[in-house]
């Protein structure tokens, strides 16, 4: 029964709704955002990653820890300036 | 406008069909710039610029010219042609062998090298092994060992352009190591022209993706790396999980509507067909991406694990 399963869960949804929103507004590079959809995502390495997107192995490296660095502060784990 | 080096080709082919039968250097011109032409790949290892290659042909064509009435090759019947390019031939030989010797600190160095080497071949063949110790060859030489291995290193940094020349034991008797390895060509107009193919690509496909719809757009970018198109914003995580989440279904549609533009716009297009466009990377995923159904519960429990914590998410709590 969808309309008992969506009440049962209105919690769990309503956290992860809450979560997105958190961040969904994030920025990203466009190096970024193929970091996240196909390594993350997909779980390609960050050679192939480079591989497709033209750019050096090491640059998707950076842009992996941006990505991270980016949503942590988002999240509320760090600051700014990058501190706990 | 065609290279210097095209150019005088293209030019002494005009040349030797015009000249008089006498006139050697301008009929057999063409004839000489084929033979440094043949040397062209070796030369350019040796640092040698094809257009001085040239100019050694020329001049020894030259040369032979003025020589060969007087010569005992025009005494015993051998045609011009024949006398030119065996002057030809060896002055680029001699070309080659000074540019190797450039790379040698001194003249004598270079004696010392080509002893080694004719030493190291001599035992080699009179003990009949296939390795020669630096040892035995310091022996055989009155040298020291140091001496004999720092010379072998000078004798590598020739090898590139002599022993190319000289036949190789082990290989077949008329075989050199220059034959047994495929020359590298250049083909630099090829190389241009592929570049500025790509180009065009490149800004086609930046104009044809900016018409798309923002989503496909994205999904079309992110998943085959095309050069993103000044001025389109980026981003956000919000959009890369909906291509992640509808990622087929985006970049299907962005493909569908890519070729439309494709075949209106350039009409080589082919038509494909119905087919199978959603995007896929078969054999590829790791069992740690996200998108894997294992994973996606592990990261279902971690979620569900710090977000019930008080003050896990800090940001939550706000």
């Known amino acids: 029964m969808p309309e008992r399963w969506v009440i049962e869960n209105y919690h769990a949804t309503d956290k992860i709704e809450r979560f997105l929103d958190l961040i969904n507004g994030i920025k990203l590079t466009w190096l970024e955002a193929a970091v996240l959809l196909q390594n993350i995502y997909q779980g390609f390495s960050f050679a192939d990653v480079a591989d497709n997107m033209n750019v050096k192995e090491c640059q998707v490296d950076k842009a992996y820890s941006s990505l991270i660095r980016k949503v942590a502060m988002a999240l509320g784990y760090i600051t700014a300036a990058g501190k706990e | ?318």
């Open chain 2, 1 to 318: 406008m065609a290279r210097p080096e095209i150019a005088l080709l293209d030019a002494a082919a005009q040349v030797s069909q015009q000249a008089e039968p006498n006139d050697h250097v301008n009929r057999f011109m063409r004839l000489a710039l084929w033979i440094a032409g043949r040397n062209r790949n070796e030369a350019e290892r040796a640092g040698i610029e094809w257009q001085d290659l040239q100019g050694t042909a020329l001049l020894a064509l030259v040369k032979a010219s003025k020589t060969y009435s007087k010569s005992k090759a025009a005494a015993k019947g051998i045609p011009f042609k024949a006398y030119m390019s065996t002057a030809i031939k060896y002055e680029i030989s001699d070309l080659l062998q000074k540019a190797s010797l450039a790379h040698m600190p001194s003249r004598s160095v270079y004696n010392d090298v080509r002893s080694l080497t004719i030493a190291a071949a001599a035992l080699q063949s009179r003990t009949e092994s296939e390795h020669v110790t630096d040892k035995q060859l310091a022996e055989e030489l009155g040298w020291t060992v140091e001496k004999v291995q720092k010379y072998q290193l000078y004798s590598r940094a020739l090898l590139n352009y002599k022993e190319l020349q000289q036949p190789l034991p082990g290989l077949e008797k008329d075989e050199t190591l220059g034959d047994s390895l495929s020359d590298d060509t250049v083909d630099v107009e090829g190389e241009a022209i592929a570049n500025v193919t790509i180009e065009a690509e490149g800004r086609w496909l930046a104009q044809a993706t900016a018409e798309l719809p923002p989503l496909a757009r994205t999904a079309i970018i992110l998943t085959f790396g095309l050069p993103v198109p000044s001025g389109v914003p980026s981003p956000t995580i919000g959009d890369v999980i909906r291509v992640a989440l509808n990622q087929s279904a985006s970049a299907s549609r962005g493909l569908r509507q890519l070729r439309e533009v494709r075949k209106n716009d350039r009409g080589d297009m082919p038509e494909l067909g119905k087919q199978d466009t959603a995007v896929r990377f078969g054999g590829r995923k790791s069992p740690q991406a996200v998108g894997d159904e294992a994973a996606q519960r592990v990261a279902i429990e971690i979620f569900e694990r710090y977000s019930s914590e008080p003050g896990a998410i800090p940001a939550l709590q706000r």
